[in-house]
């Protein structure tokens, strides 16, 4: 079944919000700061305002309204003082986008350039700068535990067992640091957001958004509007990543809308903006302390997480809750202690990014898995498979896992060993220089969102018969629209073709799902339209069994048809009944059929921040896999040969747009892994904010993919399918470091692994080039 | 979604003599213009203001700077021949894989053989083979033409005069018959600026090596080479030594630390000389 979408996509016709063309609307431009912190003296704005076109030169002065989901930090023009290299700090708005970038290049902004805090270990230092003074004063969300004074934006602790009792039992301990540094989503499209107010205080965006319905809640809430006076509208978006779940480029629209007395603005981000000055991907520096026995039975672990929070906190000390969460990795153990940190740094802030901290918690937890196999002398996936969980064995939080609330790693490991022909695993010499070496990684992801969050469906009849599906998913790329018209066909009993949905979410008018992010789309959206389908269904039966004179108990709803069960001639067509049925005489009885679900996740409640007990989300969802890769040894440059994943997915509901997400989803991890940085120099300014020299994977790069599935149902999800989004991704920069540390006989911790962070590590050098 | 913040005129023109008239006409107006080829340097700099220009002359409508073929024994490489047009052509593999080494296939469509020696960015990887066989380059200006070879007019940079224009290079066709190595050695992924690019022929007095990426600007060093072609020396002898007599310091920037750039230099060297006292053409 090919995605409803890609004949718009493919042709062109596919209308993004960067797209819209209308001479009524007006544009704004960022002025963004070269500096990564710095007291702002002055904005000299003289000129830019009497350049022709322009309507507005906005400043930090113009909205005082401090921003953020976990912890209000970030006022949405910098006012007296940038954090982060590319914060924004004034904006032109004028009539045309060529206007209003000449006017933004008018601006005049003077710094005093201040200390930098350039990485979590640096900004917690006693004499580091301090970020945000007024840390104690910012509102923040339940369960947001920050030290005011310091840069510790949040701290969350998981504990199980007794850690005493569990250095006891151990006879081996290992302990293992790794790093990376943040790096961008690079979505194909740049944000864009377009905001008019309306005279009567209606606001109205149009938004390059995975999470429309967080921006209507939000924007009500920063600006006091009614929350029904704002209608959010999310067209196709290309590409998100978690990155737009982030609310920024609507918060500009609307400033710079209401400066102008409301009418239209759009901001359409440039490349650069879009990687520095919107959020990207959390950066992490993570120590793991591993205690086990001879035979390698792991007693205790202590985690150390520290995220690089940036400059403002938005959602990273939710990221690090959902890593502390799933702390320990999918293994059982008994003794564990999880810190998990959110630091304040002048870097620019995280969003989500596809994984929300599991591929990061993934690679510390996975290297140090290594790191005790080696010590251990012990073939790493066996190592594994005797501590990974299986039902019956308690999660970090308290859960208790189950066949159906955790995937079958077990199956994935041994399908993955297969795949990976694993039995070899031990370095191949090619030739004089280049040698070929293999690395395995596992993991769990559960999806953690906010109790309440739900999500619902509207299912409404053609006078033909066939079905317009509405629910608030955005179409980011996944195909999930696709898939729900999959499930709904198949609970109605007829061809998915038949079956329309609408790409545009319009808050106004779809059902609230409350973010298109952590793989919850098929999985929410699912079961509300599988309650919107059973609803419609009702209605169909019950009018069709005033017609046909049957009870509806006996009746059966099966390609468009209606009929007794018993005696199938006894039947109407649905295109007879699903707008009402009229009597021969012209006598009408009922209407248009609408089928309404909504879906909320069952009994989740937040974690405790002292203690990690909590039920944050529903289900753990697994997967093993595996890289290969040939490296020279001498320039350490190296090829990724084949990576292979195989995940859990409860039940495959559409072969090829599983496959694709698992397969992007590699490609972007090991992309992740194998290059993308921002590059900072001293002063923490980004050396490479455009794709010149920000590189990502490009088609003819990647491995050979290998992706199989193991279907354990989820009983929760509908028809036992579980999430698939983001599991493409989590174990990949593991997996890839593993086979590069084998190959060059040297341990990898750092991301991303270039050829010369390779070389440097083998020949003893220093890892702190600008050019790593 | 490239937006130039400020309006430029267009200018076509269909001879040398006439763009160059109108270079110094526009010049002197004080229209700060530019010879526009590909274009892909003045659109990508011109939208984040690091080019400035009122008028750009597009020479890739005068049919001399779009020559392609063989004239008197030379081939002849018109300034605003793509670098996929030249690669494509495969008259001369050499030049073909070296330019075919910059940025990708899309823009290699549009980048073109005078704009990439000429640009700003400090890798011109093209000029290499142009160094290697020092062609004659055809250029024209305010004063008239004029042609020498490439050695007396490149220096770091093509030293052009105000208001000059490459129109050809000619490169000897005997070197197309040349073993010759080109290698590319990039961070870490298949498209990217060099970490650094080593092209190099075995002519008949020995091999020539030219370098991208090694210092801040493309060079051929004969001082290099009279080291490295000491064939007595044992080759990891020779290398380092003509490391030390590089023209300027190496590379340190983003791509690569010098160190590991020095590193690679070696290594690169190591096989080209290996490939070609071998005797096999190699791209």
Redesign the interface.
């Known amino acids: 079944m090919p995605k409803k979408e890609s004949y718009d996509k493919v042709t062109g016709a596919g209308h993004y919000t960067?797209d819209a063309v209308e001479a009524r609307i007006h544009h704004a431009r960022m002025k963004i700061s070269p500096y990564a912190h710095a007291r702002i003296l002055g904005i000299d704005a003289t000129a830019a305002r009497t350049a022709p076109g322009v309507r507005a030169i906005l400043t930090g002065d113009d909205c005082g309204v401090l921003t953020g989901e976990e912890i209000r930090d970030r006022p949405i023009i910098a006012k007296d003082r940038v954090r982060h290299y590319g914060e924004v700090v004034a904006v032109a708005v004028a009539d045309t986008?060529?206007q209003a970038?000449?006017a933004a290049?008018l601006i005049k902004v003077r710094y005093d350039p201040l200390p930098v805090v350039l990485s979590p270990t640096d900004a917690l230092r006693s004499d580091a700068p301090v970020l945000h003074e007024r840390l104690g004063e910012y509102e923040k969300g339940e369960g947001v535990v920050s030290v005011p004074g310091t840069n510790v934006a949040s701290v969350i602790h998981v504990r199980l067992g007794d850690m005493s009792q569990g250095w006891e039992q151990s006879e081996t301990v290992v302990e293992n640091a790794v790093a990376f540094k943040p790096s961008d989503h690079a979505a194909m499209e740049?944000r864009s957001a377009i905001a008019e107010i309306k005279p009567d205080g209606r606001v109205h965006i149009v938004s390059s958004t995975q999470a429309p319905f967080a921006v209507k809640q939000y924007l009500g809430k920063y600006f006091g509007v009614d929350v029904g006076f704002v209608t959010v509208e999310a067209p196709l978006v290309g590409g998100a990543y978690g990155g737009k779940a982030a609310i920024q480029p609507e918060l500009i629209a609307f400033l710079a809308s209401r400066a102008i007395g409301g009418r239209p603005v759009k901001v359409?981000y440039?490349?650069?903006e879009d990687m520095v000055t919107a959020p990207g991907h959390i950066g992490l520096e993570a120590t793991v302390r591993l205690g086990s026995t001879k035979e390698g039975k792991i007693k205790a672990a202590h985690l150390i997480y520290r995220f690089d929070g940036g400059a403002y906190d938005d959602k990273s000390s939710d990221i690090a809750r959902a890593a502390a969460g799933d702390c320990s990795g999918p293994y059982a153990i008994e003794h564990m202690h999880g810190e998990c940190l959110t630091i304040y740094t002048n870097h620019p802030y995280p969003s989500a990014f596809r994984g929300y901290g599991h591929a990061e918690l993934t690679f510390a937890v996975e290297r140090a898995i290594d790191a005790l196999a080696e010590e251990l002398q012990m073939d790493p996936w066996a190592l594994r498979m005797k501590n990974i969980v299986v039902p019956g064995d308690i999660a970090p939080t308290r859960d208790l896992l189950t066949p159906s609330n955790l995937g079958d790693l077990p199956a994935c490991m041994e399908r993955m060993k297969r795949l990976a022909e694993w039995d070899d695993w031990n370095l191949v010499q090619v030739d004089d220089h280049r040698v070929r070496a293999k690395g395995i990684s596992c993991f769990w992801k559960n999806s953690s969102i906010d109790p309440n969050a739900s999500s619902g469906a509207i299912v409404s009849f053609n006078p033909d018969g066939s079905l317009n599906l509405e629910t608030g998913v955005v179409e980011i790329g996944t195909g999930t629209k696709t898939v729900l018209a999959q499930i709904l066909a198949e609970r109605m009993r007829m061809r998915t073709e038949r079956i329309h949905v609408r790409f545009t979410v319009d808050t106004g008018i779809s059902p609230e799902h409350w973010k298109t992010v952590a793989s919850r789309g098929t999985f929410m959206a699912g079961r509300a339209v599988l309650h919107a389908a059973d609803d419609a269904i009702r209605q169909l039966l019950s009018i069709a069994a005033c017609v046909l004179r049957a009870d509806p108990d006996d009746l059966e709803l099966d390609c468009e048809k209606v009929f007794v069960r018993a005696d199938p001639s006894v039947q109407i067509d649905v295109k007879e009944i699903c707008y009402g049925y009229s009597f021969p005489n012209g006598n009408t009885i009922g209407g248009q059929i609408i089928g309404r679900g909504t879906y909320t996740q069952r009994r989740m409640n937040p974690m405790n921040p002292e203690t990690g007990e909590g039920t944050p989300g529903p289900e753990w969802n697994v997967g093993a896999q595996a890289v290969e890769v040939e490296l020279d040894t001498?320039?350490c440059?190296y090829r990724i040969l084949k990576a292979v994943s195989v995940n859990d997915a409860g039940r495959v509901m559409n072969r090829m747009g599983a496959l694709g997400q698992i397969k992007g989803a590699i490609a972007m991890g090991l992309s992740f892994a194998?290059?993308e940085t921002f590059?900072f120099d001293a002063e923490g300014r980004i050396?490479?904010p455009t794709l010149?020299?920000y590189?990502v994977f490009?088609y003819?790069?990647n491995p050979a993919y290998v992706v199989d599935f193991v279907e354990r149902p989820c009983l929760d999800g509908p028809y036992g399918a579980r999430a698939l989004g983001e599991h493409g991704l989590i174990g990949m920069p593991a997996a890839l470091a593993s086979a590069l540390s084998r190959a060059a006989g040297v341990r990898l911790n750092r991301l991303?692994l270039?050829?010369?962070r390779i070389?440097?590590a083998r020949m003893g050098?220093a890892d702190d080039?600008?050019?790593v | 979604m490239p937006m130039i913040p400020y309006p430029f005129d267009y200018y076509q023109p269909a001879t040398v003599g006439e763009a160059v008239a109108l270079f110094v006409d526009l010049d002197a107006r004080g229209k700060q213009p530019l010879y526009f080829s590909g274009g892909t340097e003045i659109i990508t700099l011109g939208r984040i203001n690091e080019v400035y220009t009122e008028a750009v002359i597009d020479v890739k409508r005068i049919p001399d700077c779009r020559e392609i073929g063989r004239r008197s024994g030379a081939f002849v490489w018109g300034a605003a021949l793509t670098l996929s047009e030249i690669h494509d052509a495969r008259l001369f593999p050499l030049l073909g894989e070296t330019g075919a080494g910059v940025a990708d296939r899309t823009s290699r469509n549009k980048i073109t053989l005078g704009g990439n020696v000429c640009g700003r960015f400090i890798y011109k990887e093209a000029v290499l083979p142009l160094l290697l066989t020092d062609s004659p380059l055809r250029i024209a200006g305010p004063g008239g033409e004029r042609t020498a070879p490439i050695g007396q007019l490149f220096d770091r940079t093509l030293r052009l005069g105000r208001g000059e224009l490459l129109v050809q290079a000619m490169t000897d066709v005997r070197y197309a018959a040349f073993p010759y190595v080109t290698d590319k050695r990039r961070k870490g992924s298949a498209i990217d600026y060099p970490l650094l690019t080593v092209a190099a022929i075995r002519a008949e007095e020995g091999i020539r090596l030219a370098f991208s990426g090694v210092c801040a600007f493309p060079f051929r060093s004969t001082e290099m080479e009279l080291i490295l072609n000491r064939r007595e020396v044992p080759a990891e002898e020779r290398i380092a030594t003509a490391i030390a007599r590089l023209p300027a310091p190496i590379l340190n920037d983003i791509k690569g630390s010098a160190l590991y750039r020095e590193y690679v230099l070696k290594v690169t060297l190591g096989e080209t000389l290996e490939r070609l006292e071998k005797g096999v053409a190699i791209g």
């Open positions: 960067g986008e060529v970038k000449q290049d740049t359409l440039t490349r650069e001498r320039d440059s194998n290059r590059l050396q490479n010149r020299d590189s490009r003819g790069e991303p270039f050829p010369e070389w440097r050098y080039t600008v050019s």
